[in-house]
């Protein structure tokens, strides 16, 4: 089965400062889809940066960047200058390309310090 | 521009009362449309995804159900609620391109007492 794994339940960052959310995912697929996705406090979910396989360059937004590791099966968030708007849950998600299925991971609930 | 409505908001029922959570979309035409559940420390469950009027895909067996009467709408259903269906549901689309971004909805919370 594929999955998503998202090994810190919680993280802490002070402001400005920078930090990283791990995720790991099980697929056999060559081909899929990778995404970030944020939710607030408010619990709207917004995305937050997409990442295709078959591009070898790490997609990136703003102050958010992936670094996308294919052979390791890895899709890391990397949140500069953290601001405290950035305070929320993050989701990984995967979706193999040809279905219409997302998986999701557990979150990691992330907590920007003044 | 695409809007996501859903509703109710909140919604507390007792065991074995039915369910009925409604969402619809605005703004595009023959979006594929999901129904997840978002449990504490679980992340979201895929529950149900549609890719056209009448095409229901079911991802886990359990007693909810989804239907799909018009091509923008997309509804969540019960006949008896269970105390495990307490939980944030929450709605989204997609446009029908391979890895599309999904758009979520406000959400519901259900609780089951």
């Known amino acids: 089965a594929q999955t998503v794994t998202q090994s810190q339940p919680e993280m802490s960052v002070q402001e400005a400062e920078t930090v990283t959310l791990s995720c790991t995912y099980d697929t056999s697929e060559n081909n899929y889809y990778l995404f970030w996705y944020k939710q607030p406090p408010s619990r709207q979910m917004i995305l937050v940066i997409r990442q295709e396989a078959y591009k070898q360059q790490n997609a990136t937004e703003n102050r958010f960047s992936v670094n996308f590791q294919k052979a390791a099966k890895s899709f890391s968030l990397k949140i500069s200058d953290s601001q405290l708007g950035d305070t929320a849950m993050y989701f990984c998600a995967f979706m193999p390309s040809g279905t219409y299925k997302y998986i999701f991971g557990t979150g990691t609930r992330l907590k920007v310090l003044a | 521009s695409q809007t996501i409505h859903q509703w109710p908001a909140t919604l507390v029922q007792p065991v074995g009362s039915p369910l009925s959570l409604e969402c619809t979309v605005e703004?595009?035409?023959?979006?594929?449309l999901y129904w997840y559940r978002q449990a504490a420390g679980r992340g979201l469950q895929l529950l149900f995804y549609s890719v056209g009027i009448g095409q229901i895909s079911s991802e886990v067996p359990q007693n909810l159900s989804a239907s799909r009467p018009q091509d923008r709408q997309f509804i969540l259903s019960s006949k008896k609620l269970l105390l495990s269906d307490s939980g944030f549901y929450l709605c989204?689309?997609?446009?029908?391109?391979?890895?599309?971004?999904?758009?979520f909805g406000p959400g519901t919370r259900l609780t089951v007492t």
């Open positions: 989204a689309w997609t446009l029908t391109g391979a890895g599309s971004e999904q758009y």
């Open positions: 703004g595009t035409s023959n979006p594929n």
